[in-house]
């Protein structure tokens, strides 16, 4: 069974070992698992928000497919914008009591992790990109591919609150 944290055999690995990038897509499962629950009448509003939250990590590997860390900097600025969309809908979902407190919660930390940890990979590729410091990185080992057809559902036991609360240190790019 693949989770949302586990390696995909696609290319470039490197992406899919970004934190941003992983915390983008379970939040994106996150938010396809809480929409189901919505009633169908909301068939737009659910639509919405799972194309922004699916924007949100696509913009972010786009940026890492680009050739400068100017490209890659602004397809992130893209997915920033398409998070921050999908916040307004998450509180807007709380509001009209879609959401229930208990599941409100859970999506605004992995939300408020996500936007911070974006926030810091913008940071870093702008600095990098200001001192002539970036150099593309994308000479990764060709591995073959192996489809997985198992499930790719979110386990929110994969991802306790504990790890929300004390994100990691990592080198962001």
């Known amino acids: 069974m693949t989770t949302p944290n586990s390696l995909s055999p696609l290319q470039p690995q490197g992406l899919r070992s ?3 990038y992983q915390l983008a897509r379970q939040l994106a499962h996150l938010i396809y698992d809480l929409t189901e629950r919505f009633p169908k009448r909301e068939f737009r509003l659910i639509g919405q928000m799972k194309e ?3 924007s949100t990590y696509a913009n972010i590997a786009e940026g890492y497919g680009r050739s400068t860390a100017s490209d890659y900097a602004r397809f992130c600025e893209v ?8 916040g307004s809908y998450l509180e807007f979902c709380r ?29 870093s590729l702008s600095q990098k990109n200001a001192e002539g410091t970036w150099e593309r990185a ?23 609150p504990s790890q929300l609360t004390n994100p990691p240190q990592d080198d962001l790019s």
């Open 18 to 20: 970004l934190r941003a």
């Open 52 to 54: 922004a939250s699916v």
């Open 79 to 86: 997915a920033r914008g398409s998070l921050a969309e999908l």
């Open 95 to 123: 509001e009209r009591n879609l959401l229930a407190v208990s599941d409100a919660q859970p999506a605004y930390e992995l939300y408020n992790y996500t936007w911070n940890t974006l926030g810091a990979l913008i940071r």
């Open 138 to 160: 994308l000479r990764e080992e060709t591995v073959p591919y192996i489809p997985d057809f198992g499930s790719t559902r979110f386990d929110s036991a994969s991802f306790p």
